[in-house]
């Protein structure tokens, strides 16, 4: 089983950038779907983004289509978030998440495994 560290989280203001990172500990991260999740204070967790374990097939959700991007480095066991054109409502703690999967990319959050203990994202109006 995967273990999952987030880092590159912090404060920016509206319209700018950030891009999270998530290392994996293991020898077979090439064989898990990862995914990103996020939980606002007051909110439910929520998904913003997926990729299937060869990294050809990723899902988003609506509120983040066109302004993130999720990749991974299975050679350097890690997943990320490129986050453009950041909103006040992004700020949340943002989580990656790990499902032993070969084929496609998961938006349900009860389908990962393994969690990262989150990365704080503010977002300044």
């Known amino acids: 089983q995967v273990q999952l560290v987030e880092s590159g989280g912090g404060l920016v203001q509206a319209g700018g950038s950030l891009r999270l990172s998530c290392a994996a500990s293991?020898?077979?991260?090439?064989?898990?779907?990862m995914g990103w999740f996020r939980q606002a204070p007051g909110k439910e967790r929520e998904f913003v983004a997926a990729i299937s374990a060869s990294g050809l097939i990723t899902v988003y959700a609506d509120s983040v289509k066109g302004r993130f991007a999720i990749s991974r480095d299975n050679a350097k066991n890690t997943v990320y978030l490129q986050m453009n054109s950041l909103k006040p409502e992004d700020t949340a703690v943002h989580y990656c998440?790990?499902?032993?999967?070969?084929?496609?990319?998961?938006?349900?959050?009860?389908?990962?495994?393994?969690w990262g203990q989150g990365t704080q994202v503010t977002v300044s109006s």
């Open positions: 293991g020898r077979t991260f090439s064989s898990y779907a």
């Open positions: 998440a790990a499902q032993r999967r070969r084929v496609g990319a998961s938006p349900n959050s009860y389908e990962y495994e393994t």
